[in-house]
T-cell receptor, first 113, second 115 residues
Framework: KQEVTQIPAALSVPEGENLVLNCSFT??????LQWFRQDPGKGLTSLLL?????REQTSGRLNASLDKSSGRSTLYIAASQPGDSATYLC????????????FGGGTRVLVKP | GAGVSQSPSNKVTEKGKDVELRCDPI?????LYWYRQSLGQGLEFLIY????????KSGLPSDRFSAERTGGSVSTLTIQRTQQEDSAVYLC?????????????FGPGTRLTVT
């Protein structure tokens, strides 16, 4: 079954520590991979979009890498802050899903002050 | 500029009633998507529209669900004879195109509760 997986489901770190969020996918031919942030009771905010031809994308303290051959993407958040507490979701358009976005289950992050 | 907007933000309805959820995509975006997010199910695709092409309805869970997009802009998701399992957050997204590399932008969602 073609799918997107995020492990762990929850993560708690002290403020200032770097965050490493993992996403794995089963389709090595994806067009792109997108990382989102979701705050409780809110919609999704797009953080980074990595094209299939790219290996990484950076925005401020955020850096996302993409390794299609191993089916993995990693989102790094440097020097975490309490305001980074949220659920982070990755999503990719999988061929088996007709190239519609398939989402991982998310990683719920808590940054403790 | 204005992002994707959805209304209402919250909807409580009785089992068996029909509901309509509205989505206003970003101006100029030709692709519009509906997703559902429920506890234990994660985020699942429902339907998408691309320009004047026939919509991809492959994610709709039953024939009680339907959606339309008028004038290539605003979309309405209709759920008939609502059931308690329909309770979820319904999210709408739009993108410039559905082709390779186009980023999806999400609205705040409509939280539907069926009592």
């Amino acid at each position: 079954k073609q799918e997107v997986t995020q492990i762990p489901a929850a993560l708690s770190v002290p403020e200032g520590e770097n965050l490493v969020l993992n996403c794995s996918f089963t389709d090595s031919a994806i067009y792109n991979l997108q990382w989102f942030r979701q705050d409780p009771g809110k919609g999704l905010t797009s953080l980074l979009l990595i094209q299939s031809s790219q290996r990484e994308q950076t925005s401020g303290r955020l850096n996302a890498s993409l390794d299609k051959s191993s089916g993995r993407s990693t989102l790094y958040i440097a020097a975490s802050q309490p305001g980074d507490s949220a659920t982070y979701l990755c999503a990719a358009p999988l061929k088996a899903a007709g190239n519609k976005l398939t989402f991982g289950g998310g990683t719920r992050v808590l940054v403790k002050p | 500029g204005a992002g994707v907007s959805q209304s209402p933000s919250n909807k409580v309805t009785e089992k068996g009633k029909d509901v309509e959820l509205r989505c206003d995509p970003i101006s100029g975006h030709t692709a519009l998507y509906w997703y559902r997010q429920s506890l234990g199910q994660g985020l699942e695709f429902l339907i998408y529209f691309q320009g004047n092409s026939a919509p991809d309805k492959s994610g709709l869970p039953s024939d009680r669900f339907s959606a339309e997009r008028t004038g290539g802009s605003v979309s309405t998701l209709t759920i008939q004879r609502t059931q308690q399992e329909d309770s979820a957050v319904y999210l709408c997204a739009s993108s410039l195109y559905t082709g390779e590399g186009y980023e999806q932008y999400f609205g705040p969602g409509t939280r539907l509760t069926v009592t």
